[in-house]
Each structure stands twice: as C-alpha cells, then as structure tokens.
C-alpha cells in the first residue's frame, strides 16, 4: 500500500507496478515473469502504460485462484483492484482517444541508435 500511495509523496505516485511484479516474481517466477510478460506486449501494442499495469495484475489473479487457491486468489484481486484505481483516471481516457500514449518500443529504438552512433564516434 506506501509504494501505491507513499504518504512521503501526499498519497500519489509511487512505484505500485514494479513493487507488484517483484512480488509475483517472487512468489512465482515462471507465472510472475509471464504476466509482465503479457503486460508489456500489451504496452507495446497499445502504447497505453496504464493498460499494461492493470493486465499484469489481472493476469496473475487469475493464476492466483487457479493455482494458489481461493485465499491468494482473493489477495490479488484486491491488488488488482488498487492498480485500476490508481489507474482509472487514465483507463477512462483510452476509450477516449485523450490517453497519453508511450511508444516504448521507439523509445528504445531510439536509444540504441543513439548507442550505436557513439560507439561508432569513439572507434573513429
């Protein structure tokens, strides 16, 4: 809960996403490391950050229920249910067409070629 809302921040930002995926990463990593998996294609495809933090969520509840029991299961539902929360502002935006858009894949496309020019300017 202090990394969704950190009292140090007035309650908002915070670092819920990657907190959320270090603890399935730890709790399982092969079902883990698949729902950050199927996030970020999804962040990839759509470009919409906020749909992909809700999708790593709502994948591992699923696993949760399934393989973990009805308990865990409902643990990470109520996560789930905190990151569209946090979320909801920019979820309701999507459909909108006023969602911001990160093309994370051009982002790092980008920066190898920038790499890649300097690395070339230092052999030179």
């Known amino acids: ?11 908002k ?3 819920g996403v990657v907190t959320s995926c270090v603890g399935y990463f730890i709790l399982s ?14 962040v990839f ?11 790593i969520t709502l994948v591992f509840t699923g696993y949760a ?13 109520l996560l789930a249910l905190i990151m569209v929360s946090r979320n909801l502002k920019a979820l309701k935006q999507i459909p909108q067409g006023t969602a911001e858009k990160n093309d994370v894949l051009g ?8 790499l890649t020019a300097t690395n070339r300017t230092k052999k030179s």
């Open 1 to 11: 809960m202090g990394h969704n809302y950190p009292l140090w921040l007035k309650f």
């Open 13 to 15: 930002g915070g670092k």
């Open 29 to 42: 990593p092969f079902y883990g490391l698949i729902a950050m998996l199927i996030g970020m294609v999804t």
């Open 45 to 55: 495809i759509s470009q919409y950050l906020a749909l992909g933090a809700v999708v």
């Open 65 to 77: 229920f399934v393989a973990l029991g009805s308990e865990a299961g409902v643990i990470a539902l």
């Open 107 to 114: 982002a790092i496309r980008q920066k190898l070629i920038a």
